[in-house]
């Protein structure tokens, strides 16, 4: 089993920046992809942006050039940077961690809130 801590949501006004942080514990070993999702009310949950064991990202387009995934393999932790944030980025965002061959671990999820 894995399990995912996330940290870092909050208040913030359309335009500043948060960084959310996940942190992963127990069976780390071979988790191939980190990523982190989001849902907003109403809405179905959506991959914000992930990340692989190499290093190579992937952003829905709405978030490109103001999000960014960044990963620390040695302390199995990932980490997403948001920047010109939007009200439309309100959501609770979910950490994501997929271990080759053994199924997707989710985080408690963190409310993240932009005001206009």
């Known amino acids: 089993q894995v399990q995912l801590v996330e940290s870092g949501g909050g208040l913030v006004q359309a335009g500043g920046s948060l960084r959310l942080s996940c942190a992963a514990s127990?069976?780390?070993?071979?988790?191939?992809?980190m990523a982190w999702y989001r849902e907003a009310p109403g809405k179905q949950r959506e991959l914000v942006a992930s990340i692989n064991s190499g290093g190579s990202t992937a952003y829905t387009d709405s978030v490109k050039g103001r999000f960014t995934i960044s990963r620390d393999n040695a302390e199995n932790t990932v980490a997403l940077q948001m920047s010109s944030l939007k009200p439309e980025d309100t959501a609770v965002y979910y950490c994501?961690?997929?271990?080759?061959?053994?199924?997707?671990?989710w985080g408690q999820g963190t409310q993240v809130t932009v005001s206009s």
């Open positions: 994501y961690a997929r271990r080759v061959g053994s199924g997707s671990y």
């Open positions: 127990g069976s780390t070993f071979s988790i191939n992809v």
